[in-house]
């Protein structure tokens, strides 16, 4: 099993601020490395080998300051499809989890005290997941017996939230 879970975001106001570099930094790590690393780990998949990636809700719906975040979302959900029909011959599955706001690290390095006491309060569930409440979503992408002939999917984890673009 692969699980390609890499991300850098920063937030701007207009597509104005973002820097090349931010940019180039931005799909480097966000959309390059999944690439990189699956075509370095698969030759070590055999069949039945499951690959998971980290998508998320703002590559599904845009995220008017995540510009360049959310495109980098929107590939890895393309990439992941595109992926798996490459891959089903193989008998190899490729799917990605897409949750919402969830409480790591990334997502209120670049906010404010007050902006991040917000984070998450606009889902249904009026707070941000936890780590270990998506996790259990990769346990079933990389479980042959629960997810056998699940290949291509975009399985969003919101927190209540029940519509994605």
């Not at 701007?12 to 790590?29: A, C």
């Not at 599955?93 to 984070?119: E, H, I, M």
């Amino acid at each position: 099993m692969l699980v390609n879970n890499a991300a850098y975001q920063q937030h701007q106001k207009s597509i104005e601020d973002i820097t090349d570099e931010q940019l180039d930094r931005t799909f480097r790590t966000n959309i390059y490395g999944y690439f990189f690393m699956t075509r370095a780990a698969l030759p070590h998949l055999k069949a039945g080998s499951a690959i998971i990636n980290t998508g998320s809700i703002t590559g599904l719906e845009g995220s008017k300051e995540l510009l360049d975040y959310s495109a980098t979302k929107g590939a890895i959900h393309a990439f992941t499809k595109s992926l798996a029909q490459n891959l089903v011959e193989k008998h190899v599955r490729v799917n990605c989890v897409s949750p919402g706001p969830v409480w790591t690290p990334l997502n209120p390095s670049d906010k404010n005290p007050k902006q991040t006491a917000k984070f998450g309060s606009d889902t249904p569930m009026k707070r941000p997941a936890q780590p270990e409440e998506i996790a259990p979503a990769f346990v079933f992408f990389a479980s042959n017996t629960d997810s056998s002939y699940i290949t291509g999917e975009v399985l969003t984890v919101l927190g209540g939230e029940t519509t994605a673009a």
